[in-house]
C-alpha cells in the first residue's frame, strides 16, 4: 500500500463532499485543487487499490424512490459465518454487512421495492444458511447526516 501523503488527503478531502457532475470531473477536480487532470485520475485509481477509496458512486434515499430498507442483524455460529455473510452479500439489495461482537453477530442492512420482499429474502436467507434467529429491524423515522471523514 502506497502512503498517502497532502495531495492525496486533498483529493479524499474534496471528492467526499461535492463531486463535480459534469463530463470531466477529474478535470473539474484538479483544476480546484492546482493539480493535472491526469494526476488525479492517476490518484484516484491508488487509492482504489489500496482500499482506502471503497467506492465512488452517488447515494439515493430509498424511501423518496418507492424502496424500503431495514436493518437485519443475525444470530451466526461460527462455522457458518462464511456460508452465512456470501449468501448475504449476493443479494443486490444489501449495502454493506458486517460482524459485531455479540449473540446477534453479523449485522446487515437491506433494500428493496417492498417489505414483503425483504421479507421473502430473508426467509431465503434462512433455509439457504439454516440460520434461522435474523431480527428484521426497519427503520421508523430516518435522521440522516452528511458523513464527512476529514484527513
Known sequence: ????????????NK??????IEPRPYRAIARD???EEAQVIT?????????????????FSPHKLGFHSTLCAAMVPED??????????????????YMRSHAYNVWF??????????????????????????????ATDVFKISAQFKV
Open 43 to 59: 490518484r484516484v485509481k491508488q487509492l482504489k487499490e489500496d482500499g482506502i477509496i471503497r467506492r465512488i458512486g452517488g447515494n
Open 109 to 138: 442492512t437491506f433494500i428493496a421495492e417492498s417489505v414483503e420482499l425483504i421479507e421473502s429474502n430473508l426467509e431465503e436467507i434462512a433455509k439457504t444458511t439454516g440460520v434461522t434467529e435474523i431480527l428484521n429491524l426497519p
Open 15 to 20: 471528492i467526499q463532499t461535492l463531486f463535480p
Open 80 to 97: 457458518k459465518i462464511g456460508l452465512f455473510t456470501e449468501t448475504v452479500n449476493s443479494y443486490s439489495g444489501v449495502t454493506h454487512n
Open 1 to 12: 500500500m502506497t502512503p498517502i501523503d497532502d495531495i492525496d488527503k486533498k483529493i479524499i
Open 33 to 35: 485543487l492546482g493539480l
